[in-house]
């Protein structure tokens, strides 16, 4: 799934991966298409969505689009275990509409969850809905 990001305001770039604030309190991560996932990338996400919420002073929970992703390494998933600032992140929704993107988030939810919420979606829409609860009740 590729994500309609014409009305969203971007945030950042990283090797891997467009930022955008689709509101205020929702971010969203979305990766080039064939993205590999590592240790390096995976800090570059954090820091930019950090930086972006350390500059406004507000959280947000983050939506990350995962079809385009291939593989991620074990390196990468222990940053996002431990790297995310639950006093900022209120949350990741992982939507993945592929059998790819589905399998690439289950290994990730199962070996490494971290310590902020974290679930799997088919859709944006559910994706949306539920980070707008964790922004609001976090």
């Known amino acids: 799934m590729t994500p309609d990001t014409s009305a969203w305001s971007p ?3 990283s090797s891997n991966a467009e930022f955008f604030e689709i509101e205020p309190g929702v971010l969203a991560v979305v990766p080039f298409d ?9 800090t570059e996400s954090i820091q930019i969505q950090l930086a972006h ?3 406004r002073g507000r959280r947000a929970g983050t939506i990350v689009f995962m079809d385009h992703v291939v593989a991620q390494n074990a390196g990468a998933r222990d940053v996002y275990r431990n790297a995310p600032d639950p006093t900022f992140q209120t949350g990741f929704a992982l939507v993945g509409n592929t059998m790819l993107g589905r399998a690439v988030i289950s290994v990730f ?8 919420p974290t679930r799997m979606f088919g859709t944006f829409e559910e994706a949306l809905a539920w980070i707008r609860q964790t922004t609001e009740t976090r």
């Open 109 to 116: 939810l199962g070996l490494h969850p971290p310590r902020v």
């Open 34 to 42: 064939g993205s590999t996932d590592t240790a390096d990338t995976a």
């Open 11 to 13: 945030i950042g770039r």
């Open 53 to 55: 919420l350390l500059a």
